[in-house]
């Protein structure tokens, strides 16, 4: 290696996707951290229509991740990124249109006309099926845009980091989620009460644009960045053992799999199952988890210790998963274990952190900052198990079809995301419809709907590890 001191800009491209991430999940918490309390409201939903609208959320999502990674790829990470956040940060900004459109629909002259709908009335129900439709169709638009978020970013950090290190960088910008929604119920609620739950889409939604500005002016690939010198170079390619850093050429670059072929390989149905069964949990919370402590003890998103509850959940995400995703590195630099055999037998204790959700609502009868902690835990084993699921895809695959496998894992991860916010938000309603005539292991109504979905969620990462050591009990590369 050469003895130049090295240069530390992959750590920059680091932050600047942490910063993305930040952005794209402050613009879906966007809706979660006003609906209850302030689009509920205006549109006369139910659970069911808010379900209704995250579930399609999902499923967008996962048509759009199927064609997105293979658009990264074909389209280059920084065109491919840029076009991804242009387009969500656009779509974030027209969902502060959908009450003036559905005002417009209906003839009514204004918000409070809305509003003051007879709730159950044949106007009142028309205005929320069209508010639903208003919505959908932004969301539609957003998850066109993030879903390119994720492909683009493990392609960065495939680029820019050595197969050791690329869990814990992933685990860095993916904390971007975390703190995304650590800060949200901070900045969201208030721009809301003060504003109007419009002005908050919007003002989130212009950031992804200033994020633009800083990605244009610094990213290139590490051989063509001016900040990266000889020696990181050399450390960024040090898994290239056949050959020279030199020797990389672009038409190797080149070679890329098919959306359809990559269906071949059992690595891409282990990381299919890997997201399946896991994304849908952390979708869940992100969108539910203000909800919840409002419909079950009666804090709203805006109330100080709802804000305070919100921060303690995403502040023991962020910083739990982050030094939970250094166990790889432990076991690969440490203990001479090869890079998969690490994830794998970190992801294992990773999975077992999810079975807290068992206690959350037994110990909610003592206080709500009980499930606070216990959901927080379980976030952050998701956070740490999505890193190295992605990272797993970044040591079987070349560089070249990263973007296409992320992109149909990521689908795959949005039908599970789709399933379990549909039937959740019908679940709600029905609960808080049966009241004390609806039961579950000792809890009535809404808290027993709430306890089975986190029974569901107790249990999805022990079968999802199990399906995926199943299918590829070893490291094995994929060669095109």
């Not at 995250?54 to 076009?83: N, Q, R």
């Not at 069964?277 to 419909?295: H, R």
Request: proline share 4%; aromatic share 18%.
């Amino acid at each position: 290696m050469s003895n130049n001191k090295m240069t530390n800009w992959r750590w920059w491209m680091c932050g600047l996707l942490f910063v993305a991430t930040t952005v794209n999940y402050l613009d879906r918490q966007v809706l979660s951290l006003t609906a209850k309390e302030f689009i509920y409201p205006d549109f006369h939903w139910t659970d069911s229509n808010y379900g209704d609208i995250t579930a399609y959320f999902s499923i967008f999502y996962a048509f759009c991740m199927l064609f997105a990674g293979k658009f990264v790829d074909w389209m280059g990470t920084k065109k491919g990124y840029l076009w991804a956040i242009g387009i969500w940060s656009g779509a974030a900004c027209l969902h502060a249109a959908c009450a003036v459109g559905t005002q417009y629909i209906h003839g009514l002259e204004s918000l409070e006309a809305m509003r003051a709908l007879e709730n159950g009335s044949d106007i009142a129900i028309a205005v929320a099926s069209t508010g639903v439709w208003m919505f959908l169709v932004c969301r539609a638009i957003l998850a066109l845009g993030e879903a390119g978020n994720f492909p683009a970013a493990i392609k960065v950090t495939a680029e820019y980091f050595p197969k050791k290190d690329r869990a814990y960088a992933t685990s860095i910008f993916n904390s971007g989620a975390s703190v995304g929604a650590l800060s949200a119920p901070f900045i969201i609620p208030p721009l809301a009460a003060a504003f109007g739950w419009e002005w908050a889409f919007i003002i989130i939604g212009a950031l992804g644009f200033i994020w633009m500005g800083f990605f244009v002016k610094w990213y290139e690939k590490p051989e063509k960045s001016h900040k990266v010198n000889q020696a990181e170079l050399e450390y960024i390619s040090q898994d290239n053992t056949d050959e020279p850093v030199a020797a990389t050429t672009e038409a190797s670059e080149e070679k890329q799999v098919s959306i359809w072929k990559s269906f071949t390989y059992k690595q891409t149905w282990a990381f299919i199952t890997g997201k399946f069964f896991t994304d849908g949990i952390w979708m869940f919370f992100l969108f539910w988890a203000p909800a919840y402590f409002q419909d079950v003890y009666g804090y709203k998103a805006s109330s100080g210790t709802g804000m305070m509850l919100i921060m303690t959940l995403y502040l023991i995400v962020t910083v739990v998963s982050i030094y939970a995703c250094k166990l790889p590195t432990y076991y690969v630099d440490k203990k001479g274990m090869e890079p998969y055999a690490g994830r794998m037998k970190s992801m294992f204790f990773y999975a077992l952190l999810p079975l807290l959700c068992l206690l959350a609502q037994p110990l909610g009868g003592y206080s709500a900052w009980l499930p606070a902690i216990i959901i927080g835990l379980v976030g952050a084993g998701h956070q740490s198990w999505s890193a190295n699921l992605f990272s797993a895809i970044g040591d079987m695959f070349p560089k070249s079809a990263i973007a296409t496998v992320t992109g149909v894992g990521g689908m795959a991860g949005g039908i599970g995301s789709f399933l379990i916010n549909m039937y959740s938000g019908q679940l709600f309603d029905y609960a808080d419809l049966k009241g004390s005539e609806f039961t579950f292991l000792g809890f009535e109504g809404k808290p027993a709907g709430y306890m089975i979905v986190f029974c569901v969620c107790a249990v999805a990462y022990i079968l999802a590890w199990s399906i995926m050591k199943t299918l590829v009990p070893k490291y094995k590369k994929i060669e095109l």
